[in-house]
């Protein structure tokens, strides 16, 4: 009989290596791959985690801590990024990786249960480049990782019920540095006092963000707080929140969402975030039209 106890499972692949192995030829592909597996061994290695197994052009580890995967899996990204020996036609070698926390079975040196299922789900949803993880792996991250962190969708994952929020980690730099651009939007009497509270209204709904509730969400889903259906609109488009005083919107959505301030200044936001000041128009996958069903109109009072 197997052990069970909780782990941080990751899985990390080759992005495209099928297509490696046309244009390069088995040899040289090989060697490719071959790089990117030793430098996830590597990482993992450096990270208090163990590798399960291999196969093919993917590699399967455990970690002790969420924060260990993270650390493991941003170290994965960025050396094979980086690595010279990983570059086709100015193009870069690329992996995924896809993360979960949670209960596992060891036995003979393998892991099993739903809780790896669910990591190697996360590996399919994403795409080059990305590192994918769970709620359940957010959780129990350090708050400077979780800040590193955003959901950007809710899957069906095959095997389960239930849908899951799929959230994705930030591990370039400059990916974290973007989540705060601004748009200059002027209050009217030029104050320069923070904002009490955001007020949004959507078809006779009102929504406020303040201190007591620092946090909404927005999209076709039923559990969003604002539920506004569309073709553009995804199930968990956007979401604000207050952070540093400051009324962040943070899109999620595969269409972006369009902000109108007072004097008809747009600014437009896919997978990335902006602060919104002053009073204005939201439109979820398309431009705000104030005539439109669809329009979410929004104004931060002092």
């Given at each position: 009989?197997?052990?069970?106890?909780?782990?941080?499972?990751?899985?990390?692949?080759?992005?495209?290596?099928?297509?490696?192995?046309?244009?390069?030829?088995?040899?040289?592909?090989?060697?490719?791959?071959?790089?990117?597996?030793?430098?996830?061994?590597?990482?993992?290695?450096?990270?208090e985690?163990?590798?399960?197994?291999?196969?093919?052009?993917?590699?399967?580890?455990?970690f002790?801590?969420?924060?260990?995967?993270?650390?493991?899996?941003?170290?994965?990204?960025?050396?094979?990024?980086?690595?010279?020996?990983?570059?086709?036609?100015?193009?870069?070698?690329?992996?995924?990786?896809?993360?979960?926390?949670?209960?596992?079975?060891?036995?003979?040196?393998?892991?099993?249960?739903?809780?790896?299922?669910?990591?190697?789900?996360?590996?399919?949803?994403?795409?080059a480049?990305?590192?994918?993880?769970?709620?359940?792996?957010v959780?129990?991250?350090?708050?400077?990782?979780?800040?590193?962190?955003?959901?950007?969708?809710?899957?069906?994952?095959?095997?389960?019920?239930?849908?899951?929020?799929?959230?994705?980690?930030?591990?370039q730099?400059?990916d974290?540095?973007?989540?705060?651009?601004?748009?200059?939007?002027?209050?009217?009497?030029?104050?320069?006092?923070?904002?009490?509270?955001?007020?949004?209204?959507?078809?006779?709904?009102?929504?406020?963000?303040?201190?007591?509730?620092n946090?909404?969400?927005?999209?076709?889903?039923?559990?969003?707080?604002?539920?506004?259906?569309?073709?553009?609109?995804?199930?968990?488009?956007?979401?604000?929140?207050?952070?540093?005083?400051?009324?962040?919107?943070?899109?999620?959505?595969?269409?972006?969402?369009?902000?109108?301030?007072?004097?008809?200044?747009?600014?437009?936001?896919?997978?990335?975030?902006?602060?919104i000041?002053?009073?204005?128009?939201?439109?979820?996958?398309?431009?705000?039209?104030?005539?439109?069903?669809?329009?979410?109109?929004?104004?931060?009072?002092?």
């Amino acid at each position: 009989m197997g052990n069970e106890t909780e782990l941080a499972i990751v899985f990390a692949d080759v992005v495209g290596s099928m297509k490696l192995y046309e244009q390069l030829g088995d040899l040289r592909a090989r060697e490719m791959v071959a790089v990117c597996i030793d430098v996830m061994r590597a990482a993992t290695d450096q990270h208090e985690g163990m590798v399960i197994k291999t196969m093919g052009d993917e590699v399967m580890s455990t970690f002790p801590t969420a924060d260990d995967a993270l650390n493991a899996a941003a170290q994965m990204q960025k050396q094979i990024a980086a690595h010279p020996a990983l570059k086709v036609d100015d193009h870069a070698v690329a992996i995924r990786i896809g993360c979960n926390f949670g209960p596992v079975v060891i036995e003979n040196r393998d892991i099993f249960g739903s809780a790896v299922h669910t990591a190697n789900r996360m590996t399919s949803q994403a795409k080059a480049g990305q590192i994918m993880t769970t709620a359940a792996m957010v959780e129990r991250l350090s708050p400077e990782w979780r800040a590193c962190v955003r959901q950007i969708d809710i899957a069906t994952v095959k095997g389960r019920s239930s849908e899951l929020a799929l959230f994705e980690v930030l591990w370039q730099t400059e990916d974290i540095t973007s989540m705060v651009p601004t748009i200059a939007m002027s209050s009217r009497n030029g104050a320069k006092d923070k904002p009490h509270r955001l007020r949004l209204r959507y078809q006779g709904q009102e929504v406020i963000v303040d201190e007591r509730r620092n946090n909404i969400s927005m999209g076709r889903a039923e559990e969003n707080d604002l539920v506004i259906k569309g073709n553009l609109i995804s199930r968990l488009h956007a979401r604000i929140e207050i952070n540093r005083n400051k009324f962040m919107l943070i899109d999620q959505s595969t269409n972006g969402t369009f902000v109108q301030g007072k004097d008809g200044e747009e600014a437009f936001v896919r997978r990335d975030s902006m602060q919104i000041r002053a009073e204005g128009l939201i439109g979820l996958g398309k431009a705000p039209d104030s005539n439109s069903l669809l329009v979410i109109r929004f104004v931060c009072e002092e």
